[in-house]
């Protein structure tokens, strides 16, 4: 049994959970950065938050028809391409 698509698909699930979740605690300094107030930081998270429900709801029309693998993949090079037009923004 080959192990490193496992440890593989285990990074990108640890970092997308600790991409979700480390945000709360750095949330008063972002307040305090940005000058915002707390109901704009909570707008923040919802709107991350939704962002992440939406994903999950596209991405789990695509799965029957495109399999497990395909969705992943495509969901990574999403991030990946985003990320990179990110830096224009």
Same mark, same amino acid.
């Given at each position: 049994?080959?192990? !490193?698509?496992? #440890?593989?698909?285990? #990074?990108?699930?640890?970092?997308?959970?600790? @991409?979700?979740?480390?945000? @709360?605690?750095? !949330?008063? !300094?972002?307040?305090?950065?940005?000058?915002?107030?707390h109901g704009q930081a909570g707008g923040f998270v919802t709107?991350?938050? !939704?962002?992440?429900?939406?994903?999950?709801?596209?991405?789990?029309?695509?799965?029957?028809?495109?399999?497990?693998?395909?969705?992943?993949?495509?969901?990574?090079?999403?991030?990946?391409?985003?990320?990179?037009?990110?830096?224009?923004?």
């Amino acid at each position: 049994m080959n192990l !490193l698509p496992l #440890c593989v698909f285990w #990074c990108l699930w640890f970092l997308n959970f600790f @991409a979700r979740t480390s945000l @709360a605690p750095v !949330l008063p !300094l972002i307040e305090g950065d940005l000058s915002i107030s707390h109901g704009q930081a909570g707008g923040f998270v919802t709107s991350y938050s !939704l962002g992440y429900a939406v994903t999950l709801l596209i991405a789990g029309r695509f799965v029957p028809t495109w399999g497990y693998k395909r969705t992943v993949a495509a969901g990574i090079s999403g991030i990946g391409l985003t990320l990179i037009a990110l830096q224009w923004v």
